[in-house]
Nanobody, 124 residues
Framework: QVRLVETGGGLVEAGGSLVLSCAAS????????MGWFRQAPGKEREFVAS????????LYADSVKGRFVITRDNGKNTLYLQMDGLKTDDTAVYYC?????????????????WGQGTQVTVSS
């Protein structure tokens, strides 16, 4: 079993920054990729960014490209999302995901483990 715990959400003004973290644990934790998704009120969950766990592939949604940066610390089994230039449209619950297949590297959440989510609220 894999456990993912997100931290770092909060309230920030538009133009501000936040860093989200996702700590992974579990004896079976050996992902191909990890990623971030978000879900705003009344909307479907959408892809934000993903990163290959033991490689160089990274993918961003067009809506966050140039503003968000996804990184990982393999030694700490931790995933990060640096979010700069936040906009009110970025307000959502942000979820961490981990998967053993290639789907996350294409922005698709198939057969993944999910964290419980962390709320990010951007005020105008």
């Amino acid at each position: 079993q894999v456990r993912l715990v997100e931290t770092g959400g909060g309230l920030v003004e538009a133009g501000g920054s936040l860093v989200l973290s996702c700590a992974a644990s579990g004896r079976t934790f050996d992902p191909k990729a990890m990623g971030w998704f978000r879900q705003a009120p009344g909307k479907e969950r959408e892809f934000v960014a993903s990163i290959e766990w033991a490689g160089d592939r990274i993918l961003y949604a067009d809506s966050v490209k140039g503003r968000f940066v996804i990184t990982r610390d393999n030694g700490k089994n931790t995933l990060y999302l640096q979010m700069d230039g936040l906009k009110t449209d970025d307000t959502a619950v942000y979820y961490c995901a981990a998967g053993a297949g290639e789907h996350l590297l294409a922005g698709i959440s198939v057969n993944v483990y999910w964290g419980q989510g962390t709320q990010v609220t951007v005020s105008s």
